[in-house]
C-alpha cells in the first residue's frame, strides 16, 4: 500500500526508539495499532455501503436502459444495412431495365408499343 521496504522500517522504529524511548514505546505501539484498525474498520464499512449503494434501483434501472441502448444502436445498425442492401438491389433491378431497353432497337420497340 505505502511501499515501505523493510530498511525504511527498521530506520522508523529506531527513531521511534530514540524519540520516544522505550518505555512509551510499547504504549504507542497499541495506539497506532488501535488507529489502524479503526482506520480499517472505517473503510470496511464505507466500502460496504457504497457497494450497497451501488447495488439499488436506480443503479440497476442505469444498467438496463445502458443495455437497451445497446440493443436499440445494433437494431438501427442492422436496419440501415438492410436498407442499404434493398436499395442496392433496387438499383440493380433498375440498371438492368436500362439495360434491357437500351439493347432493344427503336425498331423492336415500336413492334412492342402496338
Do not use: Y
Not at 466500502?47 to 443495455?67: I, L
Amino acid at each position: 500500500m505505502f511501499d515501505i521496504g523493510f530498511f525504511e522500517l527498521v530506520v522508523i522504529g529506531v527513531v521511534l526508539l530514540v524519540v520516544m524511548g522505550p518505555e512509551k514505546l510499547p504504549e504507542v505501539a497499541k495506539q497506532a495499532a488501535f488507529m489502524v484498525r479503526k482506520a480499517r474498520q472505517t473503510m470496511f464499512k464505507l466500502r460496504s455501503e457504497m457497494s450497497q449503494e451501488m447495488q439499488g434501483t436506480p443503479f440497476e434501472d442505469f444498467q438496463k436502459a445502458k443495455q437497451e441502448m445497446a440493443d436499440l444502436k445494433r437494431d438501427i445498425r442492422q436496419m440501415g444495412s438492410d436498407l442499404a442492401n434493398a436499395a442496392e438491389e433496387k438499383i440493380d433491378v433498375d440498371k438492368k431495365a436500362e439495360i434491357q431497353t437500351e439493347s432493344t432497337s427503336p425498331a423492336q420497340a415500336d413492334e412492342n408499343k402496338s
